[in-house]
Every structure is written in structure tokens, then in C-alpha cells.
């Protein structure tokens, strides 16, 4: 059994701020951003997200164990 994480340090905030993503998108501000998850651009979102992490460790991993 292999597992994989991720982690995005960020901040959560009282008011829903922005239109995009989904559950606590709107309340959640990654470190070094003022915008939430909500806000930003779906490509940005991506790249910082926990899911994203842990599927890059995903792939690396995959991809070591193909050779």
C-alpha cells in the first residue's frame, strides 16, 4: 500500500469571498495570497491545492516504479 499527501498552509476567513470552486473555497486563503481559492484563477488554484500535491507525489512515485 503506498499513500500520498499534500498540504496547502493558508488562512480561513468569516465572509465567502468569490464565485469559483467549490466547499470551503471561499473561506480559504493560501499563504502569501489575499485572494481565496474562490477568487483565483482555476490554473493557480490547482497548482497550490492539497489534491495537486498529492498527485504529483502520485505521478513521481508511478513514474519510478515504470523504470
Known amino acids: 500500500l503506498q499513500t ?4 496547502c498552509e493558508g488562512r ?10 467549490f466547499g470551503y473555497d471561499p473561506l480559504f486563503i493560501p499563504k ?3 485572494e481565496t481559492f474562490a477568487e483565483l ?6 497548482r497550490l ?3 495537486s500535491i498529492a ?3 502520485f505521478q ?3 513514474g ?3 523504470q
Open 41 to 46: 484563477p482555476a490554473e493557480t488554484k490547482n
Open 32 to 34: 502569501s495570497f489575499d
Open 12 to 21: 480561513i476567513i468569516t465572509t465567502e469571498r468569490g464565485g469559483g470552486g
Open 60 to 62: 513521481t512515485w508511478l
Open 55 to 57: 498527485l504529483a507525489g
Open 49 to 51: 491545492s492539497h489534491r
Open 64 to 66: 519510478e516504479e515504470s
Open 4 to 7: 500520498f499527501e499534500g498540504t
